[in-house]
């Protein structure tokens, strides 16, 4: 069984910053993508950003030149670190992971709990 472990989040100014972690564990295989995705109050799940194993990265374009993803591949990890918050930032931000688990024969997504991010105005 394969586990994502969020922390960080909270409360922060417009203007601030937050970083977030998440830990894959598990009967892991192979870790492909990681990402970071966001759900606001009545709002669809949107991808915030992702990175391949090779550290290739993507962003959405509301978070370019702000957030920063990275990863630690000998800990199956992923981190955001979150600068110049907007209020618009505000959400539930969950940790996604293109993984194939031990015994697996095809790849699967697995998600964090979510973590709650607010930034207020």
């Known amino acids: 069984q394969v586990q994502l472990v969020e922390s960080g989040g909270g409360l922060v100014q417009a203007g601030g910053s937050l970083s977030l972690s998440c830990a894959a564990s598990?009967?892991?295989?192979?870790?492909?993508?990681m990402g970071w995705y966001r759900q606001a109050p009545g709002k669809q799940r949107e991808l915030v950003a992702f990175?391949?194993?090779?550290?290739?990265?993507n962003y959405a374009d509301s978070v370019k030149g702000r957030f920063t993803i990275s990863r630690d591949n000998s800990k199956n990890a992923v981190y955001l670190q979150m600068n110049s918050l907007k209020p618009e930032d505000t959400g539930v931000y969950y940790c996604?992971?293109?993984?194939?688990?031990?015994?697996?024969?095809?790849?699967?997504?697995?998600w964090g709990q979510g973590t709650q991010v607010t930034v207020s105005s």
């Open positions: 990175i391949t194993s090779g550290g290739s990265t």
């Open positions: 996604n992971a293109v993984l194939q688990s031990t015994g697996a024969t095809h790849i699967q997504y697995h």
């Open positions: 598990g009967s892991i295989f192979r870790v492909n993508a």
